[in-house]
């Protein structure tokens, strides 16, 4: 294990800035800690009701989906260990448009998902008299609740201004507690407690296809996948990035994807024959609120039940207190990039860059008013996420061609072919969330747009230093890509009119996909841009020795 009490130089005694603590262990149990929250409590409950046992292709699917999009991450994460990687990657591959709309995607899901987390933390507390208090009967929270969301997410934010050693430790020892709960849980449980013939009595598939897709978009499987590139938003905070960020980017991927295919696999023989008699889309048993405590009381293991129930709490904890890091580190990415005020570049003693904190806790609470589509909040996050992820495929592309020569600590084997796949792989995603998530996925981008544009106009109208240039040549794909996205989900059979039949929409959204992948790459930013871009971001987050 990389002892993290050894930290990098201390470059804050000549100009603040962000502190190179964390080691390789640090790295990959930001990520892990991310991806083993509140999905494994869930995820296998909402997947196995939408596509019956063929829920386990799902989480296959939706793990090969995600290794894909992380491999690319790998070797850009090496070649440029930076902060808030994914939202810098667009910026030095197309400029100034395409950077401040992936950095507003990045911005965007990291924000919303502590509050989640934090929902799923009362969620599960209900369990208990004294919270019985806290959710209205629509899922909504009640003033108390209100009071109690507020205060965890005080909690998360404390913690960071504690500076990044302090969260690396407190995070690694909260993963440690995550990953060996669902791993003993999955053993105690498959002991004494599964029924192979479950996997066929009512059908493998009985939604078919559609449901095994429909799966892995709006049940949580790639919601629970998200949190690999948490190493990558801490890169900056990296004692070796070069060395580490590849290694701990897919260990964490490797770890999070078996531990969420057994969970699957389990849980479904372990249900009783009566909780599905009704078929899969109506399972139902006492307590199935808290699907895998309910479960685990079912079948007699009590005990069990009340290690969960305690986990429900620090398993999503962990994932909130990791994401609130992402946010204000994302912020910073942003405003090193001239696309949010300075203030988000301004870090405290402790190199925390304390302003995204606040906004990050503010946002918080913004998430917690009880609107009618807070339920949908999940699936809207998780296609913003792959939004988000989208960019690295098309980043890559551009730095294949265009700088060859740059240092590659992990170079991708068959990129060349892995980058465009990971990219139709990532809006085939998008498309399976359905039409109603993607209107409103359109509306809040079309907010960011109005933020972080007016500010970058702003910015260039009083002629600031580091405006950002917008070159729009080289993001002129841009816009027939969100447009032609939404038109097709918008023409689908997932929530849309259903004009495009299944299998054929695979086809169109494959074949728009390549399209604008290589369209992308035939108007990108020339060589002496990027390197100007990387070199203005990456000298500056470099300590000096």
């Known amino acids: 294990m990389v002892n993290l009490d050894h930290a990098a130089p201390d470059v804050t005694r000549h100009k603040p800035g962000l502190r190179r603590d964390v080691g390789l262990i640090g790295l990959m149990w930001a990520s892990v800690g991310s991806i083993i929250g509140s999905g494994w409590l869930y995820g296998a409950k909402s997947a196995v009701m939408t596509a019956g046992p063929a829920a386990i292709i799902s989480w296959l699917i939706g793990a090969v989906a995600i290794v894909l999009l992380a491999l690319v991450h790998a070797e850009l994460g090496g070649m440029f260990p930076v902060a808030g990687g994914t939202a810098r990657y667009p910026h030095y591959a197309f400029g100034g448009l395409a950077g401040m709309s992936f950095g507003w995607f990045s911005w965007l899901q990291a924000a919303t998902v502590a509050p989640i987390e934090v929902e799923a933390m009362i969620g599960y507390a209900g369990h ?3 919270a019985k208090g806290f959710l209205n009967h629509d899922s909504t929270l009640t003033t108390s609740g209100l009071i109690v969301a507020i205060a965890l997410m005080a909690v998360f934010v404390a913690v960071n201004f504690l500076g990044v050693k302090v969260l690396a430790h407190t995070n690694s020892a909260a993963t440690w507690w995550k990953i060996a709960v669902p791993l003993a849980t999955i053993f105690v449980v498959a002991v004494g407690h599964f029924h192979g013939g479950n996997f066929t009595s009512h059908g493998f598939a009985p939604f078919g296809a559609k449901g095994v897709l429909s799966a892995i978009s709006t049940s949580g499987i790639i919601f629970a996948l998200l ?4 190493a990558i938003q801490l890169a900056g905070e990296s004692r070796d990035p070069k060395r580490d960020l590849p290694r701990a980017t897919l260990g964490s991927v490797a770890i999070g994807a078996i531990i969420y295919v057994l969970l699957q696999v389990v849980f479904i023989g372990a249900l009783p024959l009566s909780t599905f008699a ?3 889309a109506n399972l139902n048993f006492p307590g199935i609120d808290g699907p895998w405590a309910g479960l685990t009381t079912l079948v007699g293991l009590g005990w069990l039940s009340v290690v969960l129930y305690l986990d429900a709490v620090v398993s999503p904890g962990g994932t909130g207190l990791i994401y609130t890091t992402a946010t204000s580190r994302v912020s910073f990415g942003l405003a090193k990039n001239g696309y949010a005020p300075k203030l988000f570049e301004k870090v405290d003693a402790r190199g925390v860059p304390w302003f995204g904190l606040i906004l990050s806790f503010l946002t918080g609470i913004i998430c917690f008013l009880p609107f009618p589509s807070w339920q949908k909040l999940v699936g809207f996050i998780t296609s913003a996420s792959v939004l988000m992820y989208a960019g690295a495929p098309l980043a890559y592309g551009v730095f294949s061609d265009k700088l060859p020569n740059h240092e590659r600590p992990y170079r991708l084997p068959a990129g060349k072919v892995i980058a465009p796949l990971s990219f139709v792989v990532a809006n085939l995603i998008i498309y399976w969330a359905t039409w109603d998530i993607l209107w409103r996925l359109g509306v809040a981008i079309l907010l960011g747009y109005l933020l972080l544009g007016g500010y970058a106009l702003y910015a260039q109208r009083k002629g600031l230093p580091d405006a950002p240039r917008m070159d729009f040549k080289a993001a002129q794909w841009l816009p027939a890509y969100l447009l032609g996205i939404g038109v ?4 689908g059979g997932f929530g849309g009119q259903g004009n495009i039949p299944l299998w054929w929409d695979i086809a169109v959204v ?14 990108s930013s020339r060589p ?3 390197q100007r871009s ?5 000298v500056v987050d470099v300590p000096t020795h």
Do not use: K, T
Request: aromatic share 24%; charged share 20%.
């Open 128 to 130: 208990w008299d004294f």
């Open 227 to 230: 949190g690999f590139e948490q």
């Open 278 to 280: 009704h078929g899969w």
């Open 488 to 491: 097709i989900s918008w023409q």
């Open 510 to 523: 494959s074949a728009f996909s390549l399209g604008i992948y290589y369209w992308a790459r035939a108007v």
């Open 528 to 530: 002496d841009e990027i």
């Open 534 to 538: 990387i070199d203005e971001i990456v």
